[in-house]
Nanobody, 116 residues
Framework: QVQLVESGGGLVQAGGSLRLSCAAS????????MSWYRQTPGKQRTWVAHIGSGGSTNYADSVKGRFSISRDNAKNVMYLQMNSLKPEDTAVYYC??????????WGQGTQVTVSS
């Protein structure tokens, strides 16, 4: 079992920055890929970025060049640095971890609100 807890969300003006954190606990040695997703009311949860156990990263086109994903395997924490935020980035952001045995775990989410 893996438990994930996000933090760092909040209210920020357009053009500002936030850094989200996702702290993992439990069987963290099993974690392979970690991802960020986001969801707005009435819409499906969409993928934002992911990072592999070796550090390889990939981003959705909508955030490429503005967001940066990283992870500290020693501390079992994943980060999402969000710069040049736009109102359309407003969403609940979720942390997602997949183990080497392809079992997935979700965090509870953290709200990010970008005002115009």
């Amino acid at each position: 079992q893996v438990q994930l807890v996000e933090s760092g969300g909040g209210l920020v003006q357009a053009g500002g920055s936030l850094r989200l954190s996702c702290a993992a606990s439990g069987s963290t040695f099993n974690i392979n890929i970690m991802s960020w997703y986001r969801q707005t009311p009435g819409k499906q949860r969409t993928w934002v970025a992911h990072i592999g156990s070796g550090g390889s990263t990939n981003y959705a086109d909508s955030v490429k060049g503005r967001f940066s994903i990283s992870r500290d395997n020693a501390k079992n924490v994943m980060y999402l640095q969000m710069n040049s935020l736009k109102p359309e980035d407003t969403a609940v952001y979720y942390c997602y971890a997949v183990t080497f045995s392809t079992v997935g775990y979700w965090g509870q989410g953290t709200q990010v609100t970008v005002s115009s």
